[in-house]
């Protein structure tokens, strides 16, 4: 049964810091990791999605690394912004086809 | 484009009501899901549309729950009667195919009191 782990479970860091959020999965028999976003009071906003076969992806500032060897994905967020608080979701696509969710990372960037 | 949309927005009924929520997917999105976390939890997965078709209904929690799509459009979740522990949010996805990005709607708040 796949397990994802998302640390730290909340990070406040101070505006224009580079920042690194991790993701574990337990089953690398994935066909995608996918970050989402989610603000307080409102729905997931599908930040990146990578496939199996690939090691990065890349929009804007978000950048996120998969590793399915070592069941490991990073999100890495530059020259964070206020705007940018909110809770990050990584989620696995397994062999079900059903998405397996970690518990987020809350992250807070004070001005 | 219009995205996934969820109705109604926030809903608190008695226990032992019936409630149905709905989900309208991405035109042309074959692929429809459920989740729901309840508080403090993880999101969990709770059921999976092809079309019309359940492909995979293994996290409906009970026979309580009731999930259509009528027409392979929009789908319907109904919890009859409702529990208590039937609190949290529900959350509908869609995805044009099985692997590919998967679009959520804003969610459903479910409160049984």
């Known amino acids: 049964k796949q397990e994802v782990t998302q640390i730290p479970a909340a990070l406040s860091v101070p505006e224009g810091e580079n920042l690194v959020l991790n993701c574990s999965f337990t089953d690398s028999a994935i066909y995608n990791l996918q970050w989402f976003r989610q603000d307080p009071g409102k729905g997931l906003t599908s930040l990146l999605l990578?496939?199996?076969?690939?090691r990065e992806q890349t929009s804007g500032r978000l950048n996120a690394s998969l590793d399915k060897s070592s069941g490991r994905s990073t999100l890495y967020i530059a020259a964070s912004q206020p705007g940018d608080s909110a809770t990050y979701l990584c989620a696995a696509l397994g062999s079900a086809r059903q998405l397996t969710f970690g518990s987020g990372t809350q992250l807070t960037v004070l001005p | 484009e219009a995205g996934v949309t969820q109705f109604p927005s926030h809903s608190v009924i008695e226990k032992g009501q019936t409630v149905t929520l709905r989900c309208d997917p991405i035109s042309g999105h074959d692929n429809l899901y459920w989740y729901r976390r309840v508080m403090g939890k993880e999101i969990k997965f709770l059921l999976h549309f092809v079309k019309e078709s359940k492909q995979d209904e293994s996290g409906m929690p009970n026979n309580r729950f009731l999930a259509e799509r009528t027409g392979g459009t929009y789908s319907t979740l109904k919890v009859q009667p409702a529990e208590l522990e039937d609190s949290g949010v529900y959350f509908c996805?869609?995805?044009?195919?099985?692997?590919?990005?998967?679009?959520f709607g804003q969610g459903t708040r479910l409160t049984v009191v």
């Open positions: 996805a869609s995805s044009f195919t099985r692997n590919t990005e998967a679009f």
């Open positions: 990578i496939q199996s076969s690939q």
